[in-house]
């Protein structure tokens, strides 16, 4: 295997979860699709700091988006229990209804003993801006297409979600829909995705919502839980 433990997203959820089990001892696998977006929040982070999470350590140096988020690479790349890599995960890989890991569509295969699904906004979504629609998450940050059909055709249920991002620092406005695990796809007290064997989910794929602090203490959840 070439993980304990691969997360699929790196942000708030996803990296906290990948900062907390590598400070375990864990081998964790932290996969993004662009590794410009890894911890970078929608709009300014303010406190509360969860202790002990790395929003505790990299929040007072800069509450606003890119301050944030070159602090906190800094931190998760040079953690010598997490690999940080740019990767798109298109379907899981699968033996019998274990996961074992995800396919990618740069072609890697990354193998893991346990797969968590931290994606945020990302799966199935759509961003309008003005009369523009893009299929993203955010504004220019690429969608999980594949994966979202593939997990339909393992047969879990998804449920919209919106949300609305207000303009801010020359950046315009905009509303985005996305999907999110059904109701019964997830188990809030273990935060396992049942019908599959090992895959777990974090964050707004399965809460829908939620404030920054609040990401940041499921993913430190999901860490103790593992």
């Known amino acids: 295997m070439d993980y304990e433990v691969l997360i699929v997203g790196a942000g708030f959820a996803g990296a906290e979860a990948a900062y907390a089990l590598a400070n375990k001892g864990v081998k964790v696998g932290l996969a ?24 505790a ?22 953690h010598p229990r997490i690999h940080l890599l740019q990767l798109s995960a298109t379907r899981l890989l699968l033996e019998g209804r274990r996961v074992v890991g ?3 569509w740069e072609g890697p295969r990354k193998t893991a003993e346990k797969v968590v699904l931290a994606v945020g906004s990302f799966l199935s ?15 220019s940050e690429a969608a999980y297409p594949d994966l979202y059909l593939h997990l339909q055709e393992l047969g879990f249920g998804f449920v919209p979600q919106a949300a609305e991002v207000p303009p801010q620092e020359g950046t315009p406005g905009y509303r985005v829909e996305y999907q999110v695990f059904a109701p019964g796809e997830w188990e809030a007290h273990t ?36």
């Open 102 to 104: 995800v396919e990618s």
């Open 125 to 139: 979504p759509k961003l309008y801006i003005g009369s523009v629609v893009e299929e993203a998450g955010r504004l």
């Open 191 to 226: 935060l396992r995705l049942p019908r599959v064997e090992g895959l777990y989910g974090v964050g707004l794929c399965v809460l829908g919502r939620g404030s920054y602090a609040q990401m940041v203490e499921e993913g430190m959840r999901l860490a103790a839980l593992l």
């Open 32 to 55: 993004t699709t662009s590794l410009d977006s890894v911890y970078l929040p929608f709009t300014p982070v303010q406190p509360p700091y969860p202790q002990g999470s790395l929003l």
């Open 57 to 78: 350590e990299v929040g007072p140096l800069g509450q606003k988006g890119w301050a944030l988020h070159s602090q906190a690479k800094y931190r998760l790349e040079n």
